[in-house]
């Protein structure tokens, strides 16, 4: 089983900025695709952005230019940069580890940005 860990997020104004980070284990072997999903309540749960273990980035239309992921491979840890946030970006945010066609979970951590 691997355990992702999670930290960061909180609670923020409109147009505040955050950090999230993921430290995967030091085991675990790459390739592989990390990345970050967030679901709302009430909502489906929903990509935000991946990242690839040479550095590809993938964003989601609805954070792309205010969100940058980032990844440290000595350290097997993503970031998540969250700039002017909005509302609507209130969510609980998970971390994902994707290989060899399984996908991991961390256990979320929740942004809250208030209007």
């Known amino acids: 089983q691997v355990q992702l860990v999670e930290s960061g997020g909180g609670l923020v104004q409109a147009g505040g900025s955050l950090g999230l980070s993921c430290a995967a284990p030091e085991t675990i072997f790459r390739p592989n695709l990390m990345g970050w999903y967030r679901q709302a309540p009430g909502k489906q749960r929903e990509l935000v952005a991946t990242i690839s273990s040479g550095g590809n980035e993938n964003y989601s239309d609805s954070v792309k230019g205010r969100f940058t992921i980032s990844r440290d491979n000595t350290k097997n840890t993503i970031y998540l940069q969250m700039n002017s946030l909005k509302p609507e970006d209130t969510a609980d945010y998970y971390c994902?580890?994707?290989?060899?066609?399984?996908?991991?979970w961390g256990k979320g951590t929740l942004v809250t940005v208030s209007s």
């Open positions: 994902t580890l994707s290989r060899l066609g399984i996908n991991y």
